[in-house]
């Protein structure tokens, strides 16, 4: 009877050892993995070569343009009103404001930014803002338009006779380079996303203020920035442009898919 009474009293009382695992069983968060981050040393030298690529890209650009001997018969409208930065491309990857900003496109702005923030990590969260809802849809807009329409009829996007004076290399960093950069910078780079209302605001923004400024360069010159765009009248280029916005929308939406895949 006594041996049972002891048997069932030792049942009740717990070690040491049974404390600590109740303890881990209290707390399965001290199993989890700690989120990944960004490895700074090579965010810093990942922007830090991008600034110089781009730097050297528009260098280059900017010589090209500047020698061309006649830069009317490449670029339709050059001399006329908005020049070159009427074009989607020159907005995004050449000439934000010709002649007239320190940074002349929003990729060397983006990199100048990224990376100075490495260095002192003032503004991590507008870098991010700025990356996010402008520099990567974008990307997407200008790689994926700009070879769609290429292949339906280079003439509509990239007249041939460009050919005879732009090199192949530079249409390549034009229309090409833009997208394995920004797909590097989700892969290398943490980025912290906005919420999904102001993403959505920003990228409507970004649509409606092109919009009005491809409308204001048409009514200054009686002709729409491309080719394609010949047999549009205002209606058919506002609604163009909605569908673009929404497009870049769905861009965004796949790069925060693959942001969340790669950093969780």
């Not at 990590?121 to 997407?140: D, K, Q, R």
């Not at 549009?232 to 929404?246: E, P, Q, R, V």
Request: proline fraction near 4%; glycine fraction near 8%; hydrophobic fraction near 45%.
């Amino acid at each position: 009877m006594g041996g049972k009474l002891g048997k069932e009293k030792g049942k009740g009382k717990k070690g040491p050892g049974s404390k600590a695992q109740s303890k881990e069983e209290k707390s399965p968060q001290q199993n989890l993995k700690a989120p990944k981050a960004s490895n700074k040393s090579l965010v810093c030298a990942w922007h830090f070569l991008c600034l110089c690529i781009y730097a050297a890209i528009h260098w280059y650009d900017y010589k090209l343009v500047s020698e061309c001997p006649n830069l009317e018969r490449f670029f339709p409208g050059a001399y006329a009103f908005g020049g070159r930065w009427k074009y989607l491309t020159a907005i995004t990857m050449i000439d934000i404001i010709y002649d007239a900003c320190p940074y002349k496109n929003l990729m060397l702005v983006y990199y100048c930014l990224a990376f100075f923030n490495d260095l002192f990590t003032n503004f991590t969260s507008f870098v991010s803002w700025f990356f996010t809802t402008t520099i990567w849809p974008l990307a997407w807009v200008v790689t994926i338009f700009f070879w769609v329409l290429y292949a339906m009829d280079r003439q509509l996007i990239y007249p041939k006779v460009m050919d005879e004076y732009f090199p192949v290399a530079i249409n390549m960093c034009w229309h090409v380079v833009l997208f394995p950069v920004v797909l590097l910078e989700v892969a290398i780079v943490q980025h912290r996303y906005p919420s999904h209302l102001v993403s959505a605001i920003t990228l409507f923004l970004i649509g409606g203020s092109y919009t009005i400024w491809t409308i204001v360069v048409y009514n200054n010159t009686g002709r729409w920035t491309y080719g394609f765009m010949r047999g549009f009248n205002y209606l058919g280029f506002c609604a163009f442009s909605l569908i673009s916005s929404f497009v870049s929308i769905l861009f965004y939406y796949i790069g925060r898919f693959l942001s969340g895949l790669r950093w969780g």
